[in-house]
C-alpha cells in the first residue's frame, strides 16, 4: 500500500525537517496528545508513516486548490472574452469535452469532479 502511495505521488515522501521542540514536547505546529489520536495507531513506525503521508497529501491539496483557483479565474476569463466579442456564454462542445476526459482518466468519480470544475468557472446553468 505504501508504494502505491509513494508511486502515485511521483516520488518518495520526505519527512519535513525537524521543527524546534515546543516546551520540550512536541515539535511546534504538531497536535498534542497521544500517537494514537493523532494517527490511529499506537506503533510508532507507522505511526511516524502516516505522518509523512499526511504531509505529502496536505503538500498536494494546497497545489489542487491553488490549481483550481487558477483554473476557475482563466474559464471565467474565456467567458467573459467570448461575451464582449459577440459569443454565447457556453460552448457544450467543449463542456463535453472536459467532461469525457475527466471520465475515461477517473470514472464515474472524474465526471463529477468536471461538474464540479465547470461550475467554478462558468457559474450555476
Known sequence: MMTDVMEQSGGPIRPKAEQPAVNGSEPAGENTGPAEARTGTEEPSASARIVQIRERIDE?????????????????????????????RLVLSREREILERFRVALGADGTQLALLLLRAGRGPL
Open 60 to 88: 498536494i491539496d494546497h497545489a489542487l486548490i491553488t490549481l483550481w483557483q487558477e483554473r476557475a479565474a482563466l474559464s471565467q476569463e474565456v467567458g467573459v472574452t467570448r461575451m464582449a466579442s459577440g459569443g454565447t
